[in-house]
């Protein structure tokens, strides 16, 4: 083999080399093994779409599914409750954030160049954009459009039952001293809707605004909704100094219901839509 041969043969051999160097990295060992979520909805978008044995740690609330509420705990939602030194030690290469709640971590994950994803949750189409992406980023991607396919086959069938003659007029209660309602940017205003229903507060631009008694009162709502983690029962409401004669009281469209899932921007929101749109039927 004369000496040209030969560096035509070793010019050939390196050029192989070189693309096999830069070849990408399997599918496997691009998506993270090691997430944080920071959210009781972050870990329910995650183990919906397959993505729970990746989970390393949790926060405090964490309850659904078993599997979630059965990983390690960083600290609350609230960030003040959260230490970045609990969360580092789980080795983490993508961190599940809240915007808002949690942009104070934002820094530090970059310095120390750990991925993150920010949760919006501000209506049910973020929520379902959200599990796209999230499906994207953890190599679950067709079990994250099975999930928003899911999703949308129930937001549909709750549209469809929805009364023809109008909106019902609904009264979300956050709270009762002082009262506290949902305004037009709050979750809860985008859930109601999808359900048939109208928020008689929605032209409040403030996502829970205060509002006064006599206001509620005089908008007259048809069904009134009270979180179960007021404690208070239904029969509590119509005994409220002139409650009795607002349609909501009168009809006994009085209800109890889980905050705790109505108010969670994650996959169960549209099962919550179809028990809402029943509710006001």
């Known amino acids: 083999m004369n000496k040209k041969r030969i560096f035509t043969l070793f010019l050939f051999i390196s050029l192989i080399s070189a693309l096999y160097a830069r070849k990408p990295k399997t599918s496997e060992s691009r998506y993270p093994k090691s997430i944080v979520a920071l959210s009781p909805s972050a870990a329910e978008i995650l183990f919906t779409i397959g993505a729970g044995d990746q989970v390393s740690a949790v926060s405090e609330f964490t309850d659904f599914p078993v599997e979630a509420k059965a990983k390690p705990v960083v600290g609350g939602f609230d960030g003040k409750t959260l230490s970045i030194e609990t969360i580092m030690s789980f080795k983490p290469d993508l961190v599940y954030l809240t915007e808002g709640m949690h942009n104070f971590l934002i820094s530090t994950l970059e310095s ?105 009162i005089a908008r007259e709502p048809a069904v009134i909704l009270i979180p179960a983690s007021t ?10 100094n002139g409650w009795a004669d607002i349609p909501a009281v009168k009809g006994g469209r009085v209800f109890v219901v889980d905050d705790n899932v109505y108010t969670r921007p994650g996959p169960r929101v549209a099962d919550v839509v179809l028990e809402l749109s029943d509710l006001l039927k």
């Open 112 to 216: 120390n160049g750990i991925a993150y994803y920010v949760s919006k949750g501000e209506s049910i189409a973020s929520v379902e954009k959200e599990i796209l992406e999230v499906g994207k980023i953890t190599g679950h991607e067709k079990e994250a459009a099975k999930v928003v396919d899911d999703m949308e086959k129930k937001l549909k069938k709750a549209a469809g039952a929805a009364k023809k003659d109008g909106p019902i007029k609904v009264y979300w209660e956050v709270w009762n001293a002082p009262y506290m309602s949902a305004g037009s940017t709050s979750f809860i205003n985008d859930v109601i809707k999808a359900a048939g229903g109208e928020n008689i507060f929605a032209d409040l631009s403030d996502a829970y605004p205060m509002v006064s008694e006599e206001t509620i």
């Open 231 to 240: 404690g208070l029962e239904s029969s509590a409401v119509g005994l409220r």
